[in-house]
């Protein structure tokens, strides 16, 4: 698929003229990324915006003690940083290439540009970030709840919402990239012990499979935590 209409099929995008494709275009840029390279730290001057074309990146960042820290995952076709647009001066996050990427690269002046012009643009992004808000809200409220049992599983649920694909041959969900257990402490709010026992436990109980860093939900997890 051409870079023009891999950019014209996104859900982002699709409320534009091809005019207004164009000129994303026209004006932005494909990187590729190796696994573990940073793409902005928080903090940076915001200078772009970006759409996964392949791969996984992460999202990340602590508080200034180092008590709280804030991790999440995104795959291909997702459009970001989105919270805080168009107003905001710095990345709010770092993002780093959870896997080998590619990546286009577009200049922010271009989207204020047309959040300014086209009012459907606007209007979407005004419900993609309440959408964001909503997910959000959903891990806090799975985080203060006192089973560790129900918080890892509300973390896994969420990341295979996120990021999980259906395999075709199997039907199971699969996470296409790696996590590690303590990725999966540090959004449950457990330590990487509890999280570790957890997740055994959930092996144990046929709920998913976790081998390599790789995350496979079984069809019994979908049973316990719902539809996927």
Known sequence: MSEDRFLGNLSSFSMLSLAEIDEI????????????????????????????????????????????????????????????????DVYAYSAIAQTDIEIRIIPIAVIRQLLDTNTDFLRYWIGYQSDIIRKYMTRIQGMSVNS???????????????IGERNVVTQHIELGCPIAIKDIAVMSGTTRETAGIMIKRLVN??????????????????????EL
């Open 25 to 88: 275009y026209a004006k932005s840029k494909t990187r590729k990324y190796t696994k573990n390279q940073v793409l902005f730290y928080g903090g940076d001057e915001m200078t772009h915006l970006y759409i996964l074309s392949s791969g996984y990146v992460r999202l990340e960042k602590n508080d200034k003690e180092d008590k709280f820290r804030y991790l999440d995952f995104l795959n291909r076709e997702k459009l970001f940083p989105v919270m805080g647009m168009p107003d905001a």
């Open 148 to 162: 560790a049992l129900d918080r890892v599983t509300g973390v896994l649920k969420v990341l295979a919402f996120s």
């Open 205 to 226: 109980m046929g709920c998913i499979d976790y081998q390599h860093k790789q995350f496979v939900y079984l069809d019994r997890f979908l049973k316990k935590g719902g």
